[in-house]
Nanobody, 120 residues
Framework: QVQLVESGGGLVQPGGSLRLSCAAS????????MFWYRQAPGKEREFVAT????????AYADSVKGRFTISRDNTKATVYLQMNSLKPEDTAVYYC?????????????WGQGTQVTVSS
């Protein structure tokens, strides 16, 4: 079955770094755009970053641009999120998402999330 398993979250001090990983299985990873979203307590889930299926193009939310880097390794069916210069407002559960549209339907898969806490 389809699985997206995030890892790498934890507690880090402001200014620190973390690298999240999301290991995919059960679908053809290289055909899917991959996304990271996050959800802070009491807030809606928000877009963080995306990478195209080939890894050629990326895009970021303004709030993380210049600090976060998304990448993928299709040979390992894994997507990464390198997070530098972390701020307390980056505290959230981070979710991995796989998306592909193939007429007539969309294929949309989510991981279970990993907690990132930025605090001194």
């Amino acid at each position: 079955q389809v699985q997206l398993v995030e890892s790498g979250g934890g507690l880090v001090q402001p200014g620190g770094s973390l690298r999240l990983s999301c290991a995919a299985s059960g679908f053809t990873f290289s055909m899917y755009g991959m996304f990271w979203y996050r959800q802070a307590p009491g807030k809606e889930r928000e877009f963080v970053a995306t990478v195209t299926n080939t890894g050629t193009n990326t895009a970021y939310a303004d709030s993380v641009k210049g600090r976060f880097t998304i990448s993928r390794d299709n040979t390992k069916a894994t997507v990464y999120l390198q997070m530098n210069s972390l701020k307390p407002e980056d505290t959230a559960v981070y979710y991995c998402n796989a998306y592909r549209f193939s007429t007539p339907r969309a294929y949309n898969y989510w991981g279970q999330g990993t907690q990132v806490t930025v605090s001194s």
